[in-house]
């Protein structure tokens, strides 16, 4: 499989979703492999948390803002890639960050930013392709919090 860092574009609509699907089962296969591997989940004392919030400066290792209130302890490495519960392996990072970087692989990452600022720009120009996502994207999202409000 190609890298995206590469530079490689690919040929068709087809290939692009290949390449998609094989990031994802990658990232499912390396969950399904670590699952098999008895490891809990340890709680943070304060103090580790503090550690942890200082080696970003106070800000979201994901974005890069300020983190004031509630933050969350990100694994660098995801506890489902095998990531282990230790103050070097967690950042600091908003709940909203943390949420949507979810447990991606790298690459996986990397390439949703990339179709995430594309498709920005296509909404900021109001092309045909910006406007129907725009439109999907507000129901969606009015679907979700609906769905929350509900809970």
Same mark, same amino acid.
């Given at each position: 499989?190609?890298?995206?860092?590469?530079?490689?574009?690919?040929?068709?609509?087809?290939?692009?979703?290949?390449? %998609? %699907?094989?990031?994802?089962?990658?990232?499912?296969? /390396?969950?399904?492999?670590?699952? /098999?591997?008895?490891?809990?989940?340890?709680?943070?004392?304060?103090? @580790?948390?503090?550690?942890?919030?200082?080696?970003? @400066?106070?800000?979201?290792?994901?974005? @890069?803002?300020?983190?004031?209130?509630?933050?969350?302890?990100?694994?660098?490495?995801?506890?489902? @890639?095998?990531?282990?519960?230790? /103050?070097?392996?967690?950042?600091?990072?908003?709940?909203?960050?943390?949420?949507?970087?979810?447990?991606?692989?790298?690459?996986?990452?990397?390439?949703? %930013?990339? %179709?995430?600022?594309?498709?920005?720009?296509?909404?900021?120009?109001?092309?045909?392709?910006?406007?129907?996502?725009?439109?999907?994207?507000?129901?969606?999202?009015?679907?979700?919090?609906?769905?929350?409000?509900?809970?």
């Amino acid at each position: 499989m190609k890298n995206m860092r590469d530079n490689w574009i690919p040929g068709s609509i087809e290939e692009y979703r290949e390449y %998609l %699907l094989n990031l994802h089962r990658e990232r499912k296969e /390396t969950k399904t492999r670590n699952r /098999t591997v008895e490891r809990r989940r340890k709680s943070l004392t304060l103090k @580790g948390r503090r550690q942890i919030l200082d080696k970003t @400066g106070s800000k979201c290792h994901i974005c @890069g803002g300020e983190i004031h209130g509630h933050w969350q302890a990100d694994h660098v490495l995801a506890h489902s @890639g095998g990531g282990v519960h230790s /103050t070097d392996n967690y950042l600091a990072a908003h709940p909203m960050c943390n949420n949507y970087r979810w447990d991606y692989i790298a690459e996986e990452f990397q390439e949703i %930013l990339r %179709l995430g600022v594309w498709l920005r720009t296509q909404i900021e120009r109001a092309t045909q392709v910006g406007r129907f996502a725009a439109d999907e994207f507000i129901k969606h999202e009015k679907r979700r919090l609906a769905r929350r409000k509900q809970e």
